[in-house]
């Protein structure tokens, strides 16, 4: 039993099969990357690097801020009951963290009169709060745009693999044909990874926040009832006759 032999046109419909998928890449494969993850891949890679830089270095942060704040009080109470004030600005020095800032703003005002004991310790709470929340809304664009980088891979490296198709004899090898489908599978599996780790940390360094604040708001209330005393005494004084 013989075969027919090949003819010319059927080779030259071969022919340019492997040329299509080996030649310059258009416009959807230099965007998929040819054969590589993608540029929307790696930008999702920067994207995770930065994310999980940010929140390790929040998490350093609050662990050096958050204080045990009624031990703190409790040592400062007992210094300015023996009317030692340059003692207890010592102790608020050697202490890191808002708490300590708003309980030495209240001392070194408390000479001023309660009303100014109160205006130092906001001023310095507008001040540190916003170093608490800092870098939070960049988790939060992270979380809500990873999703969508995702897609856009997942878009790309689809239209990849359909423009390989066009562009070709109609036919390709599965090796050829799967690359954009992995690209899009990882760019869009990566961009879901990364929303919700950024949604997740985003929501617990919330809360570490709110912890600090809270402790800041009980601080600057015993603060006040410190130093009351002495900013009472001093507003009570009668002013000097000329």
């Known amino acids: 039993m013989t075969f027919p032999v090949a003819s010319p046109f059927f080779l030259a419909a071969v022919t340019p099969t492997n040329d299509a998928f080996a030649g310059g890449a258009g416009p959807a494969e230099a965007a998929a990357g040819a054969g590589g993850f993608g540029i929307l891949f790696w930008l999702l890679a920067l994207m995770a690097g930065v994310a999980l830089s940010v929140i390790i270095e929040r998490l350093l942060y609050y662990h050096r801020v958050q204080i045990d704040s009624a031990q703190f009080l409790a040592g400062v109470r007992n210094v300015l009951k023996r009317d030692n004030v340059i003692e207890a600005v010592s102790i608020c020095d050697a202490t890191p963290g808002p708490v300590s800032r708003l309980v ?139």
């Open 104 to 242: 030495k703003a209240a001392i070194l005002n408390r000479d001023a009169g309660r009303e100014r004991v109160q205006e130092s310790i906001e001023e310095v709470g507008w001040v540190e709060v916003p170093r608490l929340e800092a870098n939070l809304p960049l988790l939060a664009t992270f979380a809500q745009i990873a999703p969508l980088v995702g897609l856009l891979g997942t878009l790309v490296g689809i239209g990849g693999t359909f423009r390989r198709l066009q562009t070709g004899p109609g036919f390709a090898a599965p090796a050829e044909l799967f690359a954009g489908v992995w690209q899009a599978l990882y760019t869009a599996g990566l961009g879901i990874a990364i929303a919700a780790v950024c949604y997740a940390a985003y929501n617990y360094l919330v809360a570490r926040v709110n912890a600090v604040v809270l402790d800041m708001e009980r601080a600057s209330a015993d603060a006040v009832k410190m130093v009351a005393p002495a900013a009472e005494g001093t507003a009570s004084k009668p002013a000097a006759s000329p």
